[in-house]
T-cell receptor, first 111, second 113 residues
Framework: GEDVEQSLFLSVREGDSSVINCTYT??????LYWYKQEPGAGLQLLTY?????DMKQDQRLTVLLNKKDKHLSLRIADTQTGDSAIYFC???????????FGGGTRVLVKP | ETGVTQSPTHLIKTRGQQVTLRCSSQ?????VSWYQQALGQGPQFIFQ???????GRGNFPPRFSGLQFPNYSSELNVNALELDDSALYLC????????????FGPGTRLLVL
């Protein structure tokens, strides 16, 4: 299947951790990505993980991959107001070079 | 800043017209992909160009066509515009040494009336 699914909305208090979840259906996915989109802007690549890894940490960002359950998450530590944006997960399949995106999770950080 | 630029930033067209959108890839990147992002949705893959040849296509009709030039810049052409073509059009480039990462430009917002 083609689907990459995300929850629509997440509200979090400044300074707390945010966790954004994503599920995908294609077991041939080789790379999984997290992109950030601010209003009126393009996509900013935040981080990505190869499918044979189960965790990747990059400063405040931690990506967890459960390949058995086809579940990807992005944890943002010490969430700041500047983290308010839409976050997209995407996968890349073994066959082809396209990225398949989820519908995006809107994250609102409250002071 | 990713080094990927797109022009124009905004465009208004009427139904039935044709449009050309342009993308300059990041220096050294020889692969360009185009995506359509409708309002409130995730981007959808249109097609990809590698060394001036189409290298994969999504579920878009033939009236969506593209070109890549020797300097790796690219164009997306859409003929016979329909109202549903209103969207943000994003291009992304990737390098030959790091094909797993695609860096996106700021997009062109197209409104079809």
């Amino acid at each position: 299947g083609e689907d990459v699914e995300q929850s629509l909305f997440l509200s979090v208090r400044e300074g707390d951790s945010s966790v954004i979840n994503c599920t995908y259906t294609d077991s041939s996915s080789t790379y999984l990505y997290w992109y950030k989109q601010e209003p009126g802007a393009g996509l900013q690549l935040l981080t990505y993980i190869f499918s044979n890894m189960d965790m990747k940490q990059d400063q405040r960002l931690t990506v967890l991959l459960n390949k058995k359950d086809k579940h990807l998450s992005l944890r943002i530590a010490d969430t700041q107001t500047g983290d308010s944006a839409i976050y997209f997960c995407a996968d890349r399949r073994a066959a082809g070079n396209k990225l398949t995106f989820g519908g995006g999770t809107r994250v609102l950080v409250k002071p | 800043e990713t080094g990927v630029t797109q022009s124009p930033t905004h465009l208004i067209k009427t139904r039935g017209q044709q449009v050309t959108l342009r993308c300059s890839s990041q220096s050294g990147h020889n692969t360009v992909s185009w995506y359509q992002q409708a309002l409130g949705q995730g981007p959808q893959f249109i097609f990809q160009y590698y060394r001036e040849e189409e290298n994969g296509r999504g579920n878009f009709p033939p009236r969506f066509s593209g070109l890549q030039f020797p300097n790796y810049s690219s164009e997306l052409n859409v003929n016979a515009l329909e109202l549903d073509d209103s969207a943000l059009y994003l291009c992304a480039s990737s390098s030959p040494t790091s094909t797993e990462t695609q860096y996106f430009g700021p997009g062109t917002r197209l409104l079809v009336l």
